[in-house]
């Protein structure tokens, strides 16, 4: 990591989608019906529409939900995100790939498998928050999370970690950084190469087979 | 629909799909009536669309359980608005629904393998289960033109393997060559003396007159906008209509059979899903495909006064014998396969090689009476959501360790999947509730589940199977194993071969309609879908299927030209 000042992060999101959610609170706030709930809410059964079981698929629309992250939260989901994932040569850091925006979509989600995630997540947002303020600090507070002696926090860092790599290597930039050269139209396969057969081979032998 | 209609065929899928093929092509005016929307995968298919795209970066949710881009519409273990039960007591049992044209066809596994020998006459072999009413031999020229038709893989010099048909020469396509793990398992499988073989997979990987060759990437569960695999949108359907004899009506969920005063089919009476309106269509003859369960709900739901228990129930044969595949997964990661070169692993989608069953000589021994196949997972695909499962449970790292973990750890882990024959038994059914309806107030199915000792024991077995392979190939299987094959296998349903529930036979007696699939009951009535298959091999039912409703068109049709049917 470099020692500048890290830049606050910016959304990714396009503004006329900011602007969609920030519509869809504004009338449910005006409604007053609690059908919409947008803030701190942890946990509980889904406050939001999914996006039904007939999507788009061939260009799929934004997530129809609200976001629910706070700016402080985002700010700290990009400061973590860089943490696991920093620029390294020409791959990007995760932030630079919208990471944050990912974490947010996720957590905002009306599912059950996101609902679980949500309040590990963002309670443990909350809980790094403070501990990363000061910049001198910053980088001993982000080692810590993994060797911490709180459940919660370990918990926490796991998970957030798991979802920075899920978002991070389904990316261009992640196909290129791990390896994935496929998703191409071939005219035929021609299976693996001879230097992939040959380090294959090697493999084998060593296993007696 | 002013139009008179000589056959109403019902569902769209496999069953439908190639009844409406084979029907409009013998100059018959048919009706086919869909319950889901119109649906066309060459303009909806998400070819070459990458997780970033998607919401939640494509991972599955209950409003799209196999994933986003998986070509589902409308569907999953739910289906809005149209519940089913499980009874008290049962095991689990699920019900995979799609609601769109092509059903189940667009987003299928594709793995085509005929059904052998033995598996139509199991009762004679060993006193188990239920023989057909017909043989291999009477199925096998329908299986060469289906092959041809659909572009099936898996082409071979003949093996001669116990109860695995080798297809004629001219009905397979190539497989495309095995990829790095497939190379790699192969090896364990030689070491135990059980044959990998080229995988028989729907779709077109040489030249094909009238098909497009498949572009060797995007997954075949979203469907192919190219037409390069089988679904019956891009196979059966257009060509159907290109005869002018097709009418196709969406949205259209039939819930009875209507009976004429002599006793024949009509027509069928369907609620328009979107409008909710109730209309009646008449025809000749009626086809019912709407899938196993379905099929079965609508003959219980017809009910008259000479039917006082479902249409074609007289003898209590409809809905029983439900059957389903046994399934089973083990994943293992294989330090072997660390840091191989990049290659591009796409392929064909559909697996080029498999493990046939291979015990069929020692059942004794075993312990249980029935195999299973083996479908095989791994390489290099595109990555998913859940990547950090890649790693050690105790791998923490960050930054450039993180990222050579992933690198080294990427493609280095292989899915062993065992889908195995079930014996049919007297615990397995489907009737109708007495209290739950769906939204327009029509009874919904109540399924009744429990697997035998045969397939738990078969279940125990499988998981040996795998972790002996994973130890020769020096991996290590990930997650907790389950060895207690009772508490391992997959729940009723969940392998999507549901299927029996009007099975075929050779007596009134004691099934519900004969060879061709023309209900014993009334004579213009037919059965295309998998509810008349009277035995569950663990080959994937829907080549099966194919075939048996093509051979059951033709019946249909000759009748239909020799005046069979007035």
Not at chain 2, 79 to 107: D, K, Q
Not at chain 2, 124 to 132: F, I, N
Not at chain 2, 182 to 196: G, H, N, S, T
Not at chain 2, 366 to 376: A, K, M, Q, T, V
Request: aromatic share 8%; hydrophobic share 40%.
């Amino acid at each position: 990591m470099s020692d500048e000042t890290p830049k606050p992060y910016q959304p990714k999101i396009d503004r006329r989608t900011a602007l969609i959610w920030v519509g869809v609170v504004g009338a449910a706030t005006a409604v007053g019906a609690g059908v919409v709930v947008y803030g701190h809410k942890t946990g509980g059964k889904a406050e939001a529409q999914g996006y039904g079981t007939d999507p788009k698929l061939v260009e799929p629309e934004k997530a129809p939900w609200p976001r629910i992250m706070s700016e402080a939260q985002l700010q700290t989901a990009a400061i973590l995100a860089d943490f696991i994932l920093p620029a390294s040569g020409t791959a990007p850091a995760a932030s630079a790939l919208g990471i944050p925006d990912f974490v947010d979509e996720w957590v905002s989600a009306p599912y059950p498998d996101q609902l679980k995630d949500r309040p590990v997540i963002l309670e443990g947002l909350d809980r790094l928050t403070p501990s990363i303020q000061p910049p001198e600090g910053r980088q001993a507070a982000l080692e810590a999370l993994a060797k911490s002696d709180d459940e919660k926090t370990r918990a926490f860092f796991k998970r957030f970690r798991a979802l920075t790599i899920g978002a991070y290597y389904t990316t261009e930039a992640g196909f290129k950084d791990i390896g994935y050269i496929g998703n191409v139209a071939r005219t035929s396969d021609p299976g693996p190469s001879a230097a992939v057969k040959a380090a294959l081979e090697v493999q084998l032998v060593k296993l007696g087979l | 629909m002013a139009e008179p209609y000589d056959v109403i065929v019902v569902g769209s899928g496999a069953g439908g799909g190639m009844s409406a093929y084979h029907l409009t092509r013998s100059g018959l005016k048919v009706l086919m009536l869909e319950a889901g929307r119109d649906y066309d995968p060459t303009t909806e298919t998400p070819m070459f669309n990458i997780p970033a795209q998607a919401p939640l970066r494509g991972t599955s949710t209950p409003d799209k359980p196999f994933g986003f881009y998986d070509a589902t519409v409308d569907g999953g273990w739910e289906v809005p608005n149209e519940p089913y039960t499980v009874a008290e007591g049962s095991e689990p049992f699920i019900w995979w629904r799609p609601r769109m044209l092509g059903g189940r066809t667009n987003h299928w596994g594709r793995i085509s393998l005929r059904f052998g020998p033995l598996d139509f006459k199991p009762r004679s072999r060993d006193g188990l289960g239920y023989d057909w009413p017909i043989t291999y031999d009477d199925l096998a020229p329908w299986y060469d033109r289906t092959e041809k038709l659909v572009g099936v893989t898996g082409a071979s010099p003949p093996m001669g393997l116990t109860n695995t048909p080798d297809s004629p020469p001219g009905c397979l396509l190539e497989a495309p060559p095995p990829r790095a793990f497939e190379l790699f398992y192969a090896r364990a499988f030689k070491a135990m003396d059980i044959p990998v073989i080229p995988m028989h997979g729907a779709v077109v990987t040489q030249a094909m007159k009238d098909r497009n060759t498949c572009v060797f990437a995007t997954a075949c569960g979203r469907g192919c906008a190219l037409g390069a695999n089988f679904q019956s949108t891009t196979v059966l359907i257009p060509p159907a209509k290109a005869t002018g004899n097709l009418t196709i009506q969406a949205n259209a969920l039939v819930y009875q059979v209507d009976l004429d005063k002599a006793g024949k089919a009509k027509g069928v009476t369907y609620v328009d899903r979107v409008t909710g309106e109730h209309h009646s269509v008449t025809a000749k003859a009626v086809v019912l495909a709407a899938g196993s369960g379905e099929t079965a709900r609508i003959l219980l739901n017809s009910k008259s006064s000479a039917f006082p228990d479902g249409l074609c129930n007289t003898h209590g044969m409809v809905g029983r014998y439900l059957m389903d595949s046994v399934g089973l997964n083990v994943t293992g990661q294989f330090p072997a396969l660390e840091g191989l070169p990049p290659t591009n692993d796409d392929g064909m989608s559909v697996e080029h090689t498999y493990v046939p069953w291979w015990g069929y000589d020692r059942h004794k021994e075993l312990g249980f009476p029935r195999g299973y196949h083996i479908e095989i997972g791994g390489g290099r695909q595109m990555p998913s959501v859940g990547m950090a499962r890649l790693l050690d449970e105790d791998d923490l790292s960050v930054g450039d360790d993180l990222r050579a973990n992933l690198r080294n750890r990427f493609g280095s882990v292989i899915s062993f999947n065992g889908r195995g024959e079930m014996i049919p038994n007297d615990d397995c059914y489907c009737e109708l509730d007495p209290k739950v309806k769906d939204k327009w107030g029509i009874p919904a199915l109540r399924f009744h589940w429990k697997w035998g000792e045969s397939e738990t024991r078969q279940a125990a077995h499988m998981t040996q199977t795998f972790l002996e392979v994973i130890d020769r190939l020096g991996g290590k299987a990930l997650g907790q194993v389950e060895t207690d094959g009772r508490k391992a296998i997959s729940k009723g349903g969940e392998m999507i071969h549901e299927v029996g529930t009007a099975r075929m036979g050779a007596s009134e007696n004691d099934s519900v309609v004969n060879q061709y699939g023309q209900s014993w009951a009334v004579p213009n009535l037919f059965i295309t879908d998998g509810a008349v298959l009277v035995s569950s091999p663990d080959k994937n039912p829907t080549l099966s299927i194919l075939a048996l409703a093509w051979r059951s068109a033709d019946h249909l049709a000759q009748l239909a030209k020799t005046g069979g049917l007035a």
